[in-house]
């Protein structure tokens, strides 16, 4: 492990999550190295979720436009705005039902103290609460349609919103230029389309988060995800399509 590591902040936008909450910051109580501060985003919750989140003291930032790019977007804000470390200082982001392995905190810190390049990581997951078997099955189909799709889109692996992490400092860059105000966006891939290109990104599958399967419970939760991706790819054509990505990218080949 590196001698010194940069500060870790985590941010969980949530809405209506207070059960799934408080399972992800028990997860978080037990890593081997803790992060410097937690920040959950109450997207307008009606549910306990802030209260959850302050017994388990956690700073509890507000935002009252649905979603999760407003929601995430007022997390990286806030935790960008209190790092004391500068440029060195990492934010993390999961989801409010992800239940995270005790040393998620410290391979995200080690990994950016190991390399002062890197701008974002991310990781995939693998859903919880069924069989093993159906679990790995079903998390590797969902993933890796994901990273297929999108990846091909893009022209690299896209991030995964809920295992990333990226610098406060590259967050500071791009923040005024995702689209935070569209609750029909997948902010993890706006944020793809937005950083990477001509940085240092990588996706470590080893990286493991559990997560809840509640994106392939439904049909109607599938179909509105597919949706989103569209929607998502459209906003960013035509000046990013897919072959002018790849272009770019061969070109620094």
Same mark, same amino acid.
């Given at each position: ?130 069989? #093993? ?38 967050? #500071? ?25 001509? #940085? ?54």
């Amino acid at each position: 492990m590196p001698s010194e590591l940069p500060a870790v902040s985590v941010v969980i936008p949530c809405r209506n999550d207070a059960v799934f909450l408080e399972a992800c910051l028990l997860s978080l109580s037990r890593q081997t190295v803790p992060p410097r501060e937690i920040v959950v985003v109450d997207n307008n919750s009606s549910d306990a979720s802030a209260g959850v989140a302050r017994r388990f003291g956690a700073r509890v930032v507000f935002e009252a436009v649905a979603g999760i790019p407003a929601a995430a977007g007022a997390g990286y804000d806030a935790a960008a705005e209190d790092t004391e470390a500068g440029t060195g200082a990492v934010i993390a982001r999961c989801d409010a039902d992800c239940v995270l392995p005790p040393d998620w905190v410290a391979r995200i810190a080690e990994s950016f103290a190991e390399d002062p390049q890197l701008e974002v990581l991310s990781g995939p997951g693998v859903f919880y609460g069924m069989p #093993r078997l159906r679990a790995q099955l079903l998390s590797r189909l969902y993933l890796g349609s994901y990273y297929l799709a999108m990846g091909s889109a893009l022209a690299h692996w896209p991030f995964f919103g809920s295992n990333l992490a990226l610098r406060a400092a590259t967050w #500071r860059e791009v923040s005024g230029v995702v689209h935070r105000r569209d609750a029909q966006m997948h902010d993890d891939v706006c944020l793809s389309f937005h950083l990477g290109q001509g #940085r240092r990104c990588r996706l470590d599958p080893t990286l493991v988060v559990g997560m809840a399967p509640r994106a392939v419970q439904s049909r109607a939760g599938l179909a509105l995800r597919f949706r989103r991706a569209f929607h998502t790819l459209a906003a960013h054509w035509p000046r990013e399509y897919p072959w002018i990505r790849w272009g770019r990218r061969f070109a620094r080949a």
